[in-house]
């Protein structure tokens, strides 16, 4: 069982940065695809970026050209990077874990079904 916590989330201005970051604990030699989402209370989730163990990552239209996912093998974290942020980005942030859902359903942004293991969340609010 792989347990994700997010941290980084907080409040900002339009057009500004924020990163998040995602640290793994637990059985994270099993975790091949890594997650973001995001929820904005009663509106359905939203994948928004992916990466898998070999570095390769996929977006969300929303976010392309704007937020950046990326991998610390070493510290077993990844980290989302947000920039020009958008109010329509305030949301609440989830990190995700495959622990191998990800061989069956692939690892993006909206392959929700390959996730197993879920964080807490962090807010994020840009106005």
């Known amino acids: 069982h792989v347990q994700p916590v997010e941290s980084g989330g907080g409040s900002v201005q339009a057009g500004g940065s924020l990163r998040l970051s995602c640290v793994a604990s637990g059985s994270t030699d099993s975790t091949y695809c890594t997650g973001w989402f995001r929820q904005v209370p009663g509106k359905k989730r939203e994948g928004v970026a992916a990466?898998?163990?070999?570095?390769?990552?996929r977006y969300a239209d929303s976010v392309k050209g704007r937020f950046t996912i990326s991998l610390d093998n070493a510290k077993s974290t990844v980290y989302l990077q947000m920039d020009s942020l958008k109010p329509e980005d305030t949301a609440v942030y989830y990190c995700?874990?495959?622990?191998?859902?990800?061989?069956?359903w692939g690892c993006g942004p909206d392959t929700v079904n390959a996730f197993s293991d879920w964080g807490q969340g962090t807010q994020v609010t840009v106005s």
């Open positions: 995700a874990a495959d622990e191998g859902g990800s061989i069956r």
């Open positions: 990466i898998d163990s070999d570095g390769s990552t």
